[in-house]
């Protein structure tokens, strides 16, 4: 066999790829496989891709991480500032200074105050069940027509 996959091809060689009969000289113009320096990658075709993605893939995310940086600083910035401005509110003179700050209380009050919210998040819909263990306890299925109807006991009462 005497031929290589595209992917085998150096994307930066001035010349067209020869990937099917490379060491037929007389299969090409010009060309002598021996002598003359291949436009195919001379590492190996999975080493050489390897590198190349690699170097888009670190470009890439150094640009992503120069975006996040760059939008981290504005949205710090912009919590001074809208801190500051609560402020001068607050003591109704538009001519005073004031101060910023990011955080109203530590970090780890903050933490906390936050983990507390995303707990109780689907705590909305729940049913009490501290009372008697059950909420279907003092209740039952009575035929209405054509409808069941539930009916329950008034607390207190077993």
Same mark, same amino acid.
């Given at each position: 066999?005497?031929?290589?996959? %595209?992917? !085998?091809? &150096? =994307? #930066?060689?001035?010349?067209?790829?020869?990937?099917?009969?490379?060491?037929?000289?007389?299969?090409? %113009?010009?060309?002598?496989?021996? =002598?003359?320096? *291949?436009? *195919? $990658?001379?590492?190996? !075709?999975?080493?050489?891709? *390897?590198?190349?993605?690699?170097?888009?893939?670190?470009?890439?995310?150094?640009?992503?991480?120069?975006? $996040? *940086? %760059?939008?981290? @600083?504005?949205?710090?910035?912009?919590? #001074?500032?809208?801190? @500051?401005?609560?402020?001068?509110?607050?003591?109704?003179?538009?001519?005073?200074?004031?101060?910023? $700050?990011?955080?109203?209380? @530590? %970090?780890?009050? =903050?933490?906390?105050?936050?983990?507390?919210?995303?707990?109780?998040?689907?705590?909305?819909?729940?049913?009490?069940?501290?009372? &008697?263990?059950?909420?279907?306890? &003092?209740?039952?299925?009575?035929?209405?027509?054509?409808? $069941?109807?539930?009916?329950?006991?008034?607390?207190?009462? =077993?």
């Amino acid at each position: 066999m005497d031929g290589v996959p %595209f992917s !085998c091809c &150096n =994307t #930066f060689s001035p010349r067209p790829c020869i990937q099917q009969q490379i060491t037929n000289n007389s299969a090409h %113009f010009n060309y002598e496989h021996q =002598t003359e320096q *291949l436009n *195919l $990658w001379m590492k190996g !075709c999975r080493q050489a891709l *390897l590198e190349y993605y690699n170097h888009i893939m670190q470009s890439i995310g150094l640009t992503v991480l120069i975006t $996040w *940086l %760059f939008e981290l @600083s504005v949205l710090t910035g912009v919590r #001074f500032l809208q801190t @500051s401005l609560e402020n001068v509110l607050r003591q109704g003179d538009p001519n005073c200074e004031s101060d910023g $700050w990011l955080l109203e209380n @530590s %970090f780890i009050e =903050t933490a906390r105050i936050n983990l507390n919210i995303i707990k109780n998040l689907g705590k909305c819909n729940q049913i009490d069940t501290a009372n &008697n263990g059950d909420p279907n306890i &003092n209740c039952s299925l009575h035929l209405k027509g054509t409808l $069941w109807a539930r009916q329950c006991a008034p607390e207190g009462n =077993t």
